[in-house]
Every structure is written in C-alpha cells, then in structure tokens.
C-alpha cells in the first residue's frame, strides 16, 4: 500500500520553529518528487515547498523563502520541512504529496499522485 504519513505539528508560540516529517512506504521513494501543501478553512491548499527526487532543485512559496528550509532523506524515505519564525499566518493543516512525473515547479502548482493525511499546525500566544 502506498502511503505517506506526516508527523511533527502541534502548537507553537510565535517566532517559534517546527520540524515537519513526512515518511513514505509502498512505493520507490528516490523516484519521486515531494511537496508540502497547506490549507485553511476557506482557503485553496496552496503549495509551501517542493523537492525533486535526486535532491538537485527545490521551489519555495514567496511567503516562506528565507524561512522554511525542505530538505530529503532518500536512506530514511523521509523529507522535512523546517519552518522557522513561525507566525499566526503560518497557521494550518500542513499536507505532504509525492508525484513520480512532476518536478518541483509544477508540483507545487498542481500536487501529486499520492496524498498523506496532514498534521495540524497552530501558531498562537
């Protein structure tokens, strides 16, 4: 079964850092770009980053360049998303996706095959 499962959300003061997760199983995980999307009630899910398999090209969200940092560990089937200096706006259900066909560009415009589940995000006083 292929499945992506995301770990490392929770509340956070403001200015605060998070470290999200997102691990893959059931599927070759060195072929496939992956993405972190986000979403608010009322809201589109918006692309926040995106990484290519071989680890040679990201894309970052205006909102977040010099902010959050997304990175892989292909021998750990894991990519991370260290968000720094979070905010109030930073706020939301934070959604990892994987796509064998899409580079980083249009993966965070589109989204992937594959889906996790997400976790929850709050940044609040």
């Known amino acids: 079964q292929e499945q992506l499962v995301e770990s490392g959300g929770g509340l956070v003061q403001p200015g605060g850092s998070l470290r999200l997760s997102c691990v893959a199983s059931?599927?070759?995980?060195?072929?496939?770009?992956i993405g972190w999307f986000r979403q608010v009630p009322g809201k589109e899910r918006e692309g926040v980053s995106c990484?290519?398999?071989?680890?040679?090209?990201?894309v970052y969200g205006d909102s977040v360049k010099g902010r959050f940092t997304i990175s892989r560990d292909n021998a750990k089937n894991t990519v991370y998303l260290q968000m720094n200096n979070l905010q109030p706006a930073h706020t939301a259900v934070y959604y990892c996706t994987a796509s064998a066909l899409l580079t980083p560009p249009a993966l965070c415009r589109l989204g992937g095959d594959l889906w996790g589940q997400g976790t929850q995000v709050t940044v609040s006083s």
């Open positions: 059931g599927f070759t995980f060195d072929y496939y770009a």
């Open positions: 990484i290519s398999n071989s680890d040679d090209m990201t």
